[in-house]
């Protein structure tokens, strides 16, 4: 009815996580210095995959949402304040531009 872990199944488990997280990791960096089609391709799965990516996650034992999150920081360096100053800039050069 229930199933129960035990210390074997840990054991047989982290092989698989590590499998996993190595998957992750060559993505990751396929999608920061790999050649242009697999940065493209890393790309998709990192931010736009919601079946494959939340599945892979899972096996790593890494929490999706934790991981895109912690992504797109990295694909967005600064965050929203970076964000708000690229705006700010933007509406200061199209109000210059208008005079």
């Known amino acids: 009815m229930f199933a129960m872990r035990t210390e074997q199944d840990d ?11 190595a998957v992750l990791a060559k993505t990751v960096e396929e999608w920061v210095s790999g050649p242009q089609r697999f940065r493209k391709e890393a790309e998709a799965f990192l931010f736009d995959d919601e079946t494959d990516f939340r599945a892979v996650c899972h096996a790593a034992g ?3 949402a934790k991981m895109r999150s912690k992504l797109r920081q990295l694909r967005n360096p600064g965050g929203a304040s970076a964000q708000r100053e690229d705006s700010k800039q933007l ?4 109000k210059g531009e208008a005079q």
């Not at 509406?91 to 199209?94: A, G, N």
């Open 11 to 21: 054991v047989q488990r982290m092989p698989e996580q590590r499998l996993w997280t």
């Open 62 to 64: 890494l929490d999706p």
């Open 91 to 94: 509406e200061k050069r199209d």
